[in-house]
């Protein structure tokens, strides 16, 4: 959804210098990973969309669907496709920083080789050929700086700007919800939506102590890097808005 947006978009001044789908497409490499832990016998999503786990997810819970219709709401207006920056933002700064750890823990936990079920995470080098070598770390680097130029260069206008940081805290608050769901309490309805990896431990440890104030710390914090996008690059804000989203998340343990 998020891609087929940016395609549509790609000229859009804001977007165009992030666009680079040689590099930032994920969709294929998503499928891929999904028929590999579902078992199934292809990546073609006409496939694996068949498999019973994955129809046992459907509908998709609210969370979901929220997200994706926010997207194909902006999608479809000319005013309000900048804000898809947020999106993108979100989207591939988080797998190029957090994403990498989490790829190697997942690889470590699940004895998975030759980049089976995390090929997600995997990034061409920035200037290289479309199926040439992964970016190593350095490349994830330069590829995040790339990135963060671009947006400082394509998002001049200042209310392009407010709105696309009023946009990544709907993203972050979007995200956390999803987070919501890796996490259901046990002994709650079985109606209650719950998207689990089979053996896999929760991904989610909540530290309580202290939640309150932190949440208020938060809520507060992002007020205040919002009210100051006029005169700080939308770079900046974001990555501050990123770690404020990891804070409110409160502790994130993959076992």
Known sequence: TLETAL????????????????????TDSLSADI??????????????????????FLPFPAPVQTYLSRITSIASS?????????????????????G?????????????????????????????????????????IKLKQWFREGMDAGVRDDAEKRAIVEEANLVFKYNENLFELLNVPEGEADHHPKI????????????????ESLVRFV????????????VIPVSVVLVGLSYLALRSLKAIQIL
């Not at 990546?43 to 786990?53: C, E, G, I």
């Not at 896999?200 to 202290?210: E, H, I, L, N």
């Open 35 to 56: 028929a590999f832990f579902l078992g199934a016998n292809s990546s073609d999503p006409a496939v694996w969309q068949q498999h019973p786990q994955y129809v046992s």
């Open 196 to 211: 689990r990896v089979p053996g896999a431990k929760c991904p989610r440890q909540v530290v309580g102590s202290g939640k």
């Open 219 to 230: 809520d507060w914090a992002r007020r205040e890097i919002s009210l100051r996008a006029s």
């Open 78 to 98: 000319p005013t309000e496709a900048h804000r898809l920056v947020a999106h993108a933002y979100v989207r591939y700064l988080g797998d190029l920083s957090g």
């Open 7 to 26: 395609d549509t978009h790609a000229s859009h001044p804001a977007i165009a210098p992030i666009y680079n789908p040689t590099i930032l497409r994920r």
């Open 100 to 140: 990498q750890f989490i790829k190697r823990i997942v690889s470590k936990a699940y004895n998975l080789e030759d980049g089976e079920g995390t090929s997600f995470f995997e990034f061409a080098r920035l200037g290289g050929p479309a199926g040439g070598d992964h970016a190593a770390s350095g490349d994830i």
